[in-house]
């Protein structure tokens, strides 16, 4: 069983930047893919950026150039950057991870509110 805890989350004023923590209770190293998701009030849930097998990176179209994520494996702990904030970024922000190819994990959600 893996265990996501998400932090980080907040309110900030549009073009500011926060920071998302989501540490893991297993080797991250070992996971097929780890990242975030958000979901905005009446939308689905959409991919923000992971990080899969092999360190390649994936983001949203929406978020490149603005969102950078990271891992610190000797944590156990995924990173999402967020710069240049705008109010459309405010959603729910889940740290998701794939474990074997067909487990999935995900976190608790921490709150982004970017006001304009």
């Known amino acids: 069983q893996v265990q996501l805890v998400e932090s980080g989350g907040g309110l900030v004023q549009a073009g500011g930047s926060l920071r998302l923590s989501c540490v893991a209770s297993?080797?991250?190293?070992?996971?097929?893919?780890i990242g975030w998701y958000r979901q905005a009030p009446g939308k689905q849930r959409e991919l923000v950026a992971n990080?899969?097998?092999?360190?390649?990176?994936n983001y949203a179209d929406s978020v490149k150039g603005r969102f950078t994520i990271s891992r610190d494996n000797a944590k156990n702990t995924v990173y999402l950057q967020m710069n240049s904030l705008k109010p459309e970024d405010t959603a729910v922000y889940y740290c998701?991870?794939?474990?074997?190819?067909?487990?999935?994990?995900w976190g608790q959600g921490t709150q982004v509110t970017v006001s304009s």
């Open positions: 998701h991870a794939l474990k074997e190819f067909t487990s999935n994990y």
């Open positions: 297993g080797n991250i190293f070992s996971f097929n893919g």
């Open positions: 990080i899969i097998a092999g360190g390649r990176t």
